[in-house]
């Protein structure tokens, strides 16, 4: 019962975008830290973008800054990520994943510091002409 559910994954042409949403069931996200990480076969595992509980501060790997977006409505109990000018290296399984408590970074969160708590199921992302 306690889960998140991604969303918004697609196919989509190089150049366009998706947004991408995690949706808290059985809890609420006010209180907790969100990542989004990806997972492609033959790459490693990459923390794309992560935003802090406590100030809401983010982080972005090099990959991805200044293209993605990551927000969250705690009111809709959902984080969000918004992917822009998407290319042949964002395909990928998306996860997002939700951290309890105290994080001393989103940067931190990220690149793999702290455990998480919960993982959703993931949403695929193709990107293809």
């Known amino acids: 019962q306690l889960q998140l559910v991604e969303s918004g994954g697609g196919l989509v042409q190089p150049g366009g975008s998706l947004r991408l949403s995690c949706a808290a069931s059985?809890?609420?996200?006010?209180?907790?830290?969100i990542g989004w990480i990806r997972q492609a076969p033959g790459k490693e595992r990459e923390g794309v973008s992560c935003?802090?509980?406590?100030?809401?501060?983010?982080y972005y790997a090099d990959s991805v800054k200044g293209r993605f977006t990551i927000s969250r409505d705690n009111a809709k109990n959902t984080v969000y990520l918004q992917m822009n000018s998407l290319n042949t290296e964002d395909p990928a399984v998306y996860y997002c994943?939700?951290?309890?408590?105290?994080?001393?970074?989103?940067?931190?969160?990220?690149?793999?510091?702290?455990?998480?708590?919960?993982w959703g199921q993931g949403t695929q992302v193709t990107v293809s002409s």
């Open positions: 935003i802090s509980s406590s100030d809401g501060s983010t």
């Open positions: 994943a939700a951290v309890m408590g105290f994080i001393t970074t989103a940067q931190a969160m990220c690149v793999g510091e702290y455990e998480y708590d919960y």
């Open positions: 059985g809890f609420t996200l006010d209180y907790y830290s």
